[in-house]
Every structure is written in structure tokens, then in C-alpha cells.
């Protein structure tokens, strides 16, 4: 048998600690914390400065896939995004692949939805870029 990996041995200790406790206050100090673990397609979303992400959430909403393409762009502008290992011109690609998708899909609804859902991405991404860029503590 497999060992546990240590997310569910986390997991696993917090809700001991938590059935332990009935008040529901956790008094061992057991910190839970997950990690979102992002596919290729969705960690190439490029982190833009807050107005050109509504932008891309606008022309999303209206056009799928459209502006997913504009971010593509952002990405040779020097944009970051979660795949510092790959070169831009890589990044570039993944995101016009992933505008076809929102474009070719969107007959179905899918990439409608699909592109509405990357530019909400685009501006959770910007909001978050900004309070780090501030120094701000995240509540999101």
C-alpha cells in the first residue's frame, strides 16, 4: 500500500483535530492549506495590469474567445504567468490554443461559459497581482 501524500496527512490531522474538538476551535495549532494545481491551458493565463483584465472579461462576455486572444498578446507585452519555465513564445501559443477552444466550443455554450469563467480568471488574477504589488494581505 501506498504511503499517504502529506496534503492528506494534513487533511487527515485537521479533521481529527476537529472531531476532537466540539467547540470547533482548533487549540494543536494544526494550519490546513490548499493549493489550487493548475493545468497548462489555465496556468498560461497571463496576470495584466486590472483594466486590460476587465477588458478581456468584457470582450469574453461578448465575443468568446476574443479576449482570450488579447491576453495572448499581453503575454509578448511581458505579462507573467504561473509558467515561468516555459518560453513566452510557448505561453503565447497555449493561449491563442485556448481562445480556439472558447471559439470553436462556443456553438455548444461550452466556450461561452468557458470563456466568461477565463476572464473572471483574468480579473481575480489582477486584483491579486495588485495587492502584492501593494503589500497588502490577501482576503480573497
Known amino acids: 500500500m ?6 492528506s496527512e494534513t487533511a ?5 483535530v476537529a472531531a476532537a474538538d466540539p467547540r470547533g476551535a482548533s487549540s494543536s495549532g494544526v494550519v490546513v492549506q490548499v493549493r ?3 493545468g497548462p491551458l489555465r496556468a ?12 478581456c472579461l468584457f470582450l469574453n462576455t461578448f465575443v468568446p474567445g476574443l479576449g482570450t486572444f ?3 498578446f499581453t503575454v509578448l507585452c511581458g505579462a507573467r504567468t504561473d509558467l515561468p519555465d516555459r518560453h513566452v513564445c510557448c505561453v503565447f501559443w497555449l493561449n491563442i ?4 477552444i472558447q471559439v470553436l466550443t462556443a456553438i455548444v ?6 470563456s466568461i469563467f477565463w476572464g473572471m480568471d483574468m480579473v481575480i488574477l ?6 502584492k504589488d501593494q503589500g497588502i494581505p490577501q482576503q480573497l
Open 44 to 55: 498560461a493565463i497571463p496576470c495584466m495590469p486590472f483594466p486590460v483584465a476587465v477588458i
Open 126 to 131: 489582477a486584483i491579486s497581482q495588485g495587492y
Open 70 to 72: 488579447v491576453s495572448a
Open 109 to 114: 455554450m461550452v466556450g461561452w461559459i468557458m
Open 12 to 16: 487527515a490531522a485537521a479533521a481529527a
Open 2 to 7: 501506498e504511503p499517504l501524500h502529506k496534503d
Open 97 to 100: 490554443a485556448a481562445a480556439l
Open 36 to 38: 489550487e494545481k493548475k
